[in-house]
């Protein structure tokens, strides 16, 4: 079964960077977007940050706008998303997913089609 591979999590202070990788062993990233999304306990999942093919277009919820940036290096197959002025809300696990071909920048869980199993990310003093 294809899975995408999260790292770069960990324990950091509020105020601090983080970087997260998303690898995908044996299959291609290249022609699809790819999105972020976390969850924190006893919360829904909600999309952060996702990225087109090309990486030409991006999107940031509002709540990490300014702070988080997303990019990708084809060449590497790989997605990474940027995180700094780390808030204790932004506790969570992260995920990141492959957009199926179909959408350009898929929005909606059902657009993407291969997730990883994510990565915690806790912020605290």
């Known amino acids: 079964q294809l899975q995408l591979v999260e790292s770069g999590g960990g324990l950091v202070q509020p105020g601090g960077p983080l970087r997260l990788s998303c690898a995908a062993p044996g299959f291609t990233l290249r022609d699809h977007a790819i999105g972020w999304s976390r969850q924190a306990p006893g919360k829904e999942r909600e999309g952060v940050s996702r990225?087109?093919?090309?990486?030409?277009?991006?999107y940031h919820v509002d709540s990490v706008k300014g702070r988080f940036t997303i990019s990708r290096d084809n060449a590497k197959n790989t997605v990474y998303l940027q995180m700094n002025s780390l808030k204790p809300e932004d506790t969570a696990v992260y995920y990141c997913a492959r957009g199926n071909s179909w959408y350009s920048l898929p929005t909606r869980p059902a657009e993407y089609d291969i997730w990883g199993q994510g990565t915690q990310v806790t912020v605290s003093s």
């Open positions: 990225i087109d093919r090309s990486g030409g277009i991006t």
